[in-house]
């Protein structure tokens, strides 16, 4: 069994590493990032992508669709755009006599929510079911979602007016938090010279299948987390809910989110056994959009993130001993 799993884990690797390699001739100098984001669709989770414009955020959604053969579609948020325009509409055929559902662009293996926090709240909250129940609801009939599944929202971090803040309800439905951030200078001139004629996501080709993106999918569930590995996550969880600078911290859904993505980093490194390091490395693209940070807090310039860092560093890793003074 264990020689199976082994096997298992090298082939899904594999595939794991043509998609990766793939990505990176669109996103040049990101290859963390396209680890990450590759992870969140390994664990069918949500990524929400926080950064300014220009530094590839669509094409990180569209280099991963076009790699894994996935059909993919942007939405514009707009504050105007309603929840049909999302979910879709029931519309009365005349011929036959009966409604047919006419599905809207979230019916695709990948979507884009672009600058998702410029939408209404009540479109935002069009999203939700979708998003944890793989599945909508228009005019009382449920319609499953395609597998895989993934949204990939945008927001800029930067520019507030005329947007409106996504609630801690969706915020928590998002596996994962990333930047992209700005490319190094030499990254930028490479950038520049693959673009000087045609853009490199227009001839990018599909090195894997939903069929291999299902099978990694599965191959991650199979890999061990320790008893210990598991108490260190909750632990971490835990000293959320008690931080001083915090006035709301994760929720069990944020657990199962580390646990999940632990698995599958481990698989990306070629493991079958997850590590207290995946949980160190992924705490806070998986926590810090979780939290809410108290007003003194704020004032005194606290984020999710430095609370992350801060409960890391007090928060013992299983297996290691204490420094003898």
């Not at 043509?18 to 669709?41: D, F, H, P, S």
């Not at 479109?123 to 998003?131: G, H, R």
């Not at 200078?185 to 490479?190: L, M, S, W």
Request: proline share 6%.
């Amino acid at each position: 069994m264990e020689q199976s799993l082994k096997n298992e884990v090298e082939r899904a690797l594999h595939i794991a590493e043509r998609i990766l390699t793939n990505v990176q001739k669109v996103i040049i100098g990101k290859y963390g990032e396209g680890e990450l984001a590759l992870m969140a669709l390994i664990c069918q989770g949500h990524l929400l992508i926080e950064d300014v414009p220009g530094v590839g955020k669509t094409m990180l959604a569209k280099s991963i669709a076009k790699s894994v053969g996935c059909s993919f579609k942007r939405i514009q948020f707009t504050p105007d755009i309603l929840p049909s325009d999302i979910t879709g509409v029931s519309m009365y055929n005349q011929k036959t006599g009966d409604f047919e559902f006419r599905p809207g662009p979230i019916m695709a293996q990948i979507v884009l929510a672009d600058e998702i926090n410029r939408a209404s709240p009540k479109t935002q909250s069009a999203l939700l079911e979708c998003m944890e129940e793989r599945q909508i609801t228009v005019d009382g009939l449920s319609h499953a979602m395609p597998r895989p599944f993934m949204v990939m929202a945008t927001q800029n971090p930067i520019e507030y007016e005329g947007t409106f803040p996504l609630p801690e309800t969706q915020l928590d439905r998002f596996m994962l938090r990333l930047s992209l951030g700005y490319p190094s200078a030499a990254d930028e001139i490479t950038i520049i010279e693959k673009q000087q004629f045609v853009h490199p996501i227009d001839s990018l080709d599909q090195v894997a299948d939903t069929n291999d993106l299902i099978r990694l999918q599965d191959a991650a569930k199979q890999v061990h987390v320790d008893t210990l590995v598991k108490e260190y996550i909750v632990s971490l969880v835990e000293a959320t809910r008690k931080h001083p600078s915090i006035y709301l911290g994760a929720s069990p859904r944020g657990s199962l989110s580390l646990f999940r993505l632990s698995q599958a980093r481990a698989l990306l490194e070629g493991r079958d056994y997850a590590l207290p390091d995946d949980i160190k490395n992924l705490a806070e693209p998986t926590l810090a959009h979780r939290l809410i940070v108290n007003s003194s807090a704020r004032i005194q310039g606290n984020t999710g993130r430095t609370v992350v860092a801060e409960i890391l560093e007090s928060v013992p890793v299983p297996g290691a001993r204490p420094l003898k003074n």
